[in-house]
């Protein structure tokens, strides 16, 4: 399945921001139907509203919880201030990811 247009433009501003070694970008909006954010860019239902983030990078190292949260909003704050009303993020370091 092809991304659409807000996941492509996430992706790009994730990579040049963390330069993650991993990143699954999951459009969820279509569970949040009728859901009052629905309809994302294009204002169609199930369109690009909600997203679940994999994140997996070096730069998080030595970063709590909220302070890895906090990087990956920073990078996509003008999508969060538009047509992005959610992110599920689970943001780990290589050695995270690799233990499980």
């Known amino acids: 399945m092809s991304e659409g247009p807000i996941a492509t433009i996430i992706r790009e501003k994730l ?3 963390l330069k993650p070694t991993r990143l699954e970008i999951e459009d969820d909006s279509a ?3 009728g859901h009052h954010h629905e309809g994302g860019m294009d204002a169609k239902p199930g369109g690009e509203s909600h997203f679940n983030l994999i994140v997996v990078s070096s730069a998080f190292e030595g970063m709590n919880r909220v302070a890895r949260q906090r ?3 920073t990078a996509v704050a003008e999508q969060l201030a538009g047509p992005v009303h959610a992110l599920s993020i ?3 370091t290589p050695a ?3 233990a499980g």
């Open 15 to 17: 990579t040049a921001a």
């Open 31 to 33: 569970r949040h139907a």
């Open 71 to 73: 990087a990956v909003n």
């Open 90 to 92: 689970r943001a780990m």
């Open 96 to 98: 995270e990811a690799a």
